[in-house]
C-alpha cells in the first residue's frame, strides 16, 4: 500500500496519482476497512499508464460480481476498494463546489455502489460508540436541522477573513471549521471520510499544498482528534478539546512534525502518558518554512490586493521580467504563499496574483514584526 515511490521519483502525472491513491486507500482506516490485493495491483497500472481510472473502477466492479459467495470479509474489502477507487478519482479532479450540494456531491460519489443511501442526507438521528472515549458518544446534530447546520458552517467560512490572521490563527480556525463540519454528521455512514475529501479539496482551492502523507498515514488519528474536538461531559471533567485535531493541521499546512500517538487522547488516559507526551512535544523543534527575502518583499507589496505582474513588479522595483519571474514569484508559486485569479488560463489578458491563505498568514506575521 505504500506508493512513495511513484510519489518522490515519478513522473508529475505518476506523483498525483500515486499520493490520490496513499490518501484514498489510508483513509479507510478511519472505519478500519483494508483494501484487497487485488485493487493494490490495480492502483499500481493506474498510476503506471497501463490502465485508466475508468477501466480500474470497472475492474473493482467486475472482481466482486464474480464472487459467488460473499463474506463479511468481502463485504468489508468491497467497501475499501470501491470508496478508495472513487476518491482516487475525485482528489485528481479540478473541480470543487464549496456547497451542501458539493458536500452530499462529494458523499454520493465516493460511496456511490457501496451504500443504498449515498449522497443522502440522514432523516434519523444516530449515536456511535467511540474507543477513544471508551464507548462513550458525541453529540450529532439531530436530523431536521442538518441542512440549516451546514448551510450556516459553509456561510460562516465564506465570510472569514483569512488576512487577518497569521499562522497559528489560520491552523486554529481551520481546525475549528472542519471540526465543526464534521460534528454535524450529516450521513448515516462514511462522514470522516467526506470530510476529509471535503477539506482536502478545500484547502487546496485556497493555494495549500497537502500532497503529503497526513491523511494517509493517520487517518484514524484524525478522526479521534475530530472526535475529541467535539466532545464535553461536564460532570466527569472533561472539556472539548482542539488541541490534538490542531496539531494534526500544524504537521499538514505548517510542515511540523508534532508527535500524533491515539492513545493520549483516550478520556482517562493515565496522567503519566499525558506528561510525558506534552513535554516531548512542547519540546520538539518543529520544522520551520524556509522563506526567502525575496518573497517576502514579494507578500508585503501584494498584501491583500489583486495586481498584475506588471503592477506588481513596479511596487518591488524590478524591471527584468524574467529574474523577477525566477526570483520572486515562481518561489512563492511552489511554496503556496501566492495564486493567480485564472489558474486555468495562465495567459488571459486580466491575469492578476494574489495571495493564498497561507499567503496571507505568513503576510500578518511579517507585518507584525515591523
Do not use: C
Amino acid at each position: 500500500m505504500n506508493f512513495d515511490e511513484y510519489i518522490r521519483q515519478g513522473e508529475p502525472q505518476q506523483r498525483e496519482k500515486g499520493y490520490a491513491w496513499q490518501t484514498a486507500i489510508g483513509l479507510q482506516a478511519v472505519d478500519r476497512l483494508k483494501p484487497s490485493d487485488y485493487l493494490i495491483e490495480t492502483a499500481r497500472k493506474d498510476i503506471e499508464g497501463e490502465i485508466t481510472i475508468d477501466e480500474a473502477e470497472q475492474l473493482i466492479k467486475s472482481y466482486y460480481q464474480s464472487k459467488e459467495a460473499r463474506t463479511p470479509e468481502d463485504d468489508e474489502m468491497h467497501e475499501a476498494d470501491t470508496a478508495s477507487t472513487n476518491i482516487r478519482r475525485l482528489l485528481t479532479e479540478k473541480t470543487f463546489a464549496f456547497t451542501l450540494v458539493g458536500l452530499t456531491s462529494i458523499h454520493r460519489r465516493i460511496f456511490d455502489g457501496v451504500f443504498k443511501f449515498a449522497g443522502q442526507i440522514r432523516d434519523y438521528n444516530i449515536t456511535k460508540k467511540e474507543w477513544v472515549l471508551r464507548g462513550d458518544t458525541v453529540l450529532y446534530v439531530s436530523a431536521p436541522d442538518l441542512r440549516d447546520a451546514i448551510e450556516y458552517d459553509l456561510e460562516q467560512e465564506r465570510q472569514f477573513d483569512y488576512s487577518k490572521v497569521d499562522r497559528d490563527g489560520l491552523v486554529s480556525h481551520i481546525a475549528k471549521f472542519v471540526s465543526g463540519l464534521w460534528q454535524i454528521h450529516p450521513f448515516g455512514e462514511g462522514n470522516t471520510r467526506t470530510t476529509a475529501v471535503f477539506a482536502i479539496l478545500y484547502l487546496r482551492s485556497m493555494g495549500f499544498d497537502v500532497t503529503n502523507d497526513l491523511f494517509a498515514s493517520h487517518s484514524w488519528y484524525f478522526r479521534n482528534a475530530l472526535v475529541r474536538a467535539n466532545y464535553q461531559n461536564v460532570q466527569k471533567g472533561i472539556m472539548r478539546n482542539s488541541k490534538y485535531l490542531e496539531r494534526f493541521f500544524r504537521n499538514l499546512l505548517l510542515g511540523e512534525n508534532n508527535e500524533l500517538r491515539n492513545r493520549y487522547m483516550i478520556v482517562d488516559s493515565s496522567e503519566e502518558d499525558r506528561m510525558e507526551h506534552e513535554d516531548r512535544t512542547s519540546t520538539e523543534q518543529p520544522a520551520t518554512v524556509q522563506v526567502t527575502e525575496q518573497v517576502r518583499v514579494l507578500l508585503s507589496a501584494l498584501s491583500s490586493e489583486q495586481l498584475s505582474l506588471k503592477v506588481l513588479m513596479g511596487k518591488v522595483g524590478l524591471k527584468h521580467r524574467p529574474t523577477f519571474m525566477e526570483n520572486y514569484i515562481s518561489p512563492a508559486l511552489e511554496s503556496g504563499f501566492l495564486k493567480v485569479l485564472y489558474p486555468d488560463k495562465p495567459n488571459h489578458p486580466r491575469q492578476k496574483y494574489l495571495l493564498t491563505a497561507k499567503g496571507l498568514a505568513l503576510y500578518n506575521e511579517i507585518k507584525k514584526m515591523r
